[in-house]
Protein backbone atom coordinates (compact mmCIF):
# COMPACT_ATOMS: atom_id res chain seq x y z
CA UNK A 1 0.00 0.00 0.00
CA UNK A 2 0.81 4.19 -0.58
CA UNK A 3 3.01 5.00 2.38
CA UNK A 4 4.14 8.48 1.57
CA UNK A 5 2.38 10.69 -0.42
CA UNK A 6 3.67 13.82 -1.35
CA UNK A 7 1.77 17.20 -2.87
CA UNK A 8 2.68 20.73 -3.08
CA UNK A 9 4.38 21.03 -6.36
CA UNK A 10 4.07 22.87 -9.62
CA UNK A 11 5.40 25.71 -10.99
CA UNK A 12 6.82 28.62 -9.94
CA UNK A 13 9.31 31.68 -11.00
CA UNK A 14 12.44 32.28 -10.47
CA UNK A 15 12.86 33.90 -6.68
CA UNK A 16 9.68 32.53 -5.81
CA UNK A 17 8.44 29.80 -2.86
CA UNK A 18 6.53 26.41 -3.12
CA UNK A 19 6.05 24.44 -0.22
CA UNK A 20 6.41 20.83 -0.57
CA UNK A 21 4.00 17.94 1.82
CA UNK A 22 4.58 14.25 2.39
CA UNK A 23 1.69 12.62 4.39
CA UNK A 24 3.08 9.27 5.73
CA UNK A 25 1.78 6.73 7.68
CA UNK A 26 1.67 6.68 11.40
CA UNK A 27 3.48 3.38 11.98
CA UNK A 28 6.58 4.69 8.97
CA UNK A 29 5.99 8.43 10.74
CA UNK A 30 6.57 7.67 13.87
CA UNK A 31 9.66 5.66 13.21
CA UNK A 32 12.19 6.63 10.90
CA UNK A 33 13.71 9.83 10.22
CA UNK A 34 12.36 11.82 6.92
CA UNK A 35 14.09 13.08 3.79
CA UNK A 36 13.52 14.95 0.42
CA UNK A 37 15.10 14.08 -2.84
CA UNK A 38 15.34 15.55 -5.98
CA UNK A 39 16.22 14.10 -9.90
CA UNK A 40 16.22 16.51 -12.68
CA UNK A 41 16.12 14.86 -15.93
CA UNK A 42 19.50 13.07 -16.96
CA UNK A 43 20.82 12.69 -13.49
CA UNK A 44 20.95 11.20 -10.32
CA UNK A 45 19.04 11.70 -7.71
CA UNK A 46 20.23 14.04 -5.02
CA UNK A 47 19.60 14.68 -1.45
CA UNK A 48 17.99 17.79 -0.50
CA UNK A 49 17.30 17.29 3.17
CA UNK A 50 16.23 15.32 6.37
CA UNK A 51 15.98 14.96 9.75
CA UNK A 52 14.80 12.65 12.63
CA UNK A 53 11.66 12.20 13.98
CA UNK A 54 12.09 14.37 17.26
CA UNK A 55 14.35 17.26 14.73
CA UNK A 56 17.47 16.50 16.73
CA UNK A 57 19.33 16.55 13.60
CA UNK A 58 18.24 18.32 10.52
CA UNK A 59 20.85 17.81 7.31
CA UNK A 60 20.74 19.87 4.45
CA UNK A 61 22.49 19.83 0.70
CA UNK A 62 24.75 22.97 0.33
CA UNK A 63 22.43 23.79 -2.52
CA UNK A 64 19.35 23.92 0.32
CA UNK A 65 21.34 25.24 3.14
CA UNK A 66 19.71 28.84 3.52
CA UNK A 67 16.55 28.69 0.98
CA UNK A 68 14.92 25.56 1.63
CA UNK A 69 13.50 24.10 5.00
CA UNK A 70 12.66 20.74 6.46
CA UNK A 71 9.75 20.48 9.30
CA UNK A 72 7.68 17.88 10.57
CA UNK A 73 3.76 18.18 11.89
CA UNK A 74 4.02 14.56 14.38
CA UNK A 75 0.65 15.50 14.99
CA UNK A 76 -0.16 14.94 10.92
CA UNK A 77 2.50 12.35 10.15
CA UNK A 78 3.58 15.04 7.71
CA UNK A 79 6.72 16.59 6.83
CA UNK A 80 7.50 19.75 4.61
CA UNK A 81 10.01 21.65 2.46
CA UNK A 82 9.73 25.13 1.89
CA UNK A 83 11.25 26.45 -0.63
CA UNK A 84 12.43 29.70 -1.02
CA UNK A 85 14.31 31.72 -3.36
CA UNK A 86 14.08 29.26 -5.74
CA UNK A 87 16.15 28.96 -9.11
CA UNK A 88 15.85 27.29 -12.57
CA UNK A 89 18.30 24.65 -11.44
CA UNK A 90 15.71 23.46 -8.83
CA UNK A 91 13.86 22.44 -11.40
CA UNK A 92 13.65 18.35 -10.59
CA UNK A 93 11.03 16.01 -9.22
CA UNK A 94 10.88 15.63 -6.03
CA UNK A 95 10.48 12.55 -3.69
CA UNK A 96 9.80 11.95 -0.51
CA UNK A 97 11.74 9.32 1.60
CA UNK A 98 11.57 7.63 5.15
CA UNK A 99 14.57 5.28 6.57
CA UNK A 100 17.95 5.57 8.48
CA UNK A 101 19.09 9.71 8.70
CA UNK A 102 21.58 9.98 5.70
CA UNK A 103 22.52 11.77 3.15
CA UNK A 104 22.77 8.26 0.97
CA UNK A 105 19.37 7.60 -0.81
CA UNK A 106 20.08 3.81 -0.63
CA UNK A 107 19.51 4.75 3.65
CA UNK A 108 15.94 5.18 2.64
CA UNK A 109 13.56 2.31 2.58
CA UNK A 110 10.46 3.88 1.56
CA UNK A 111 9.44 6.29 -1.30
CA UNK A 112 6.97 8.38 -2.11
CA UNK A 113 5.43 8.89 -6.45
CA UNK A 114 7.49 12.40 -6.60
CA UNK A 115 5.96 15.99 -7.00
CA UNK A 116 7.56 17.95 -9.82
CA UNK A 117 8.67 21.17 -9.22
CA UNK A 118 9.67 23.46 -12.44
CA UNK A 119 11.12 26.73 -11.78
CA UNK A 120 11.05 29.33 -14.99
CA UNK A 121 13.46 32.06 -15.41
Known amino acids: QVQLVESGGGLAQAGGSLRLSCAAS????????MGWFRQAPGKEREFVAAMRYNEGNIYYSDSAKGRFTISRDNAKNTVYLQMNSLKPEDTAVYYCAAGVLSRTAGAYAYWGQGTQVTVSS
Open 26 to 33: RRIFSSYA
